[in-house]
């Protein structure tokens, strides 16, 4: 196991520097202070090689030169917030509206917009990890309360790379944090994720209005091109999606948390690469990059379906459906969410 570290170029003015994660099998994840940014992911490849399963770039400002929060930590609150409104132990208030109306991924100033401080960089027999935190007022972010944050990603030798948030508070506030990476376990040549297959552990997903709000309706996904029960074609479900506004996937999905079982698996048959993921919450949203903005990069590359985003997370919107989970954290209270990928190569 090994740890080192390198500058990835500046943010505002600030040094970014970035730590790469490598363990006795060749696998290498490399993770940047800014955003807690989860900038590469490589695994051996059998011509002696590496590939990375997510995209990527080496140069900070594709990551910051569009609205996507590629491969970033995102908070407190992932997703959007109907109407940047909340009410928390009786209590209103109002946060940054974003979004149109609504608030969404933390606002502007959320968790993805600062360069985090490394706590602690660790090396076991079995494992390599980095410990970072943040801090955030309501001054900084309009949520209420001063959160502190912590995020551990670990790379162990059974190449499983997890990512455990915690938080406590000096106050009630809300805390429902994602990991925002794009994966494309296709070699370079591919142009979009058209030829991985995709299985989800799911059985609904949730209807949203012309905003992405949940109107707090779960469809079944079953006969649908939701559903990806067994392991489906993601060029078939996407082309079921070419007629809608969206051209492709921006939608949450319902599912069984586990961090036993795999609650969605992708995979490249042709190169042998997949990944497990594995969450303790009950939602895992997922978006296609849809858009052939210039600003969606993978090494310089742009194309509609370049990648797919896989955020584990508690359901969208649960401060205005209680029947979606409990996001508050309470003052002086600490809450845990684990986030797992296993790769095979």
């Not at 491969?71 to 109407?83: F, H, K, M, S, T």
Request: aromatic residues 8%.
């Amino acid at each position: 196991m090994d740890i080192t570290k390198v500058p990835f170029g500046s943010f505002k003015g600030d040094p970014v520097t970035k730590y790469v994660l490598t363990n006795d099998n060749g696998v290498q994840a490399s993770v940047l202070d800014f955003a807690g940014l989860l900038q590469s992911l490589k695994v051996p490849t059998k011509d002696g090689g590496k590939a990375d399963m997510v995209l990527t770039s080496e140069n900070l400002d594709e990551f910051t030169n569009n609205g996507f929060c590629t491969n970033r930590l995102i908070g407190r609150v992932a997703g959007r917030i109907a109407d940047g409104e909340v009410q928390i132990n009786g209590h209103d208030y109002k946060l940054e509206q974003n979004e149109g109306k609504n608030t969404l991924h933390g606002g502007t100033n959320g968790f993805y917009n600062h360069i985090w401080h490394v706590d602690k960089t660790a090396t076991t027999a079995d494992s390599a990890s980095i410990t970072l935190s943040l801090t955030l007022s309501e001054q900084d972010d309009t949520f209420p309360a001063t959160i502190h944050v912590t995020a551990t990603y670990t790379l162990d030798n059974d190449d499983n790379l997890s990512l455990k948030f915690g938080a406590t508070s000096d106050g009630d506030t809300l805390f429902n944090p994602t990991n925002h990476t794009y994966w494309n376990l296709s070699d370079a040549s591919a142009k979009t994720v058209d030829g991985l297959t995709l299985q989800v552990n799911s059985k609904h997903h949730l209807a949203v209005d012309d905003g992405k709000i949940p109107t707090g309706e779960m469809i079944e996904n079953a006969g649908t091109p939701f559903d990806f029960s067994k392991p489906t074609l993601l060029g078939d479900a996407l082309k079921q999606m070419a007629s809608t506004k969206e051209n492709g996937f921006d939608d949450i999905w319902v599912v069984e948390p586990s961090l036993t079982e795999p609650v969605a698996t992708l995979e490249d048959k042709q190169s042998g690469r997949k990944m497990e993921l594995y969450s303790d919450r009950n939602a895992l949203i997922m978006y296609t990059m849809n858009s052939d903005d210039s600003a969606v990069y993978n090494h310089g590359e742009v194309h509609p379906h370049l990648g797919i985003a896989m955020e584990a997370q508690t359901l969208s919107d649960a401060p205005h459906h209680p029947e979606f989970g409990d996001i508050t954290l309470k003052a002086n209270e600490e809450k845990n969410y684990t986030i797992k990928w296993h790769v095979e190569y």
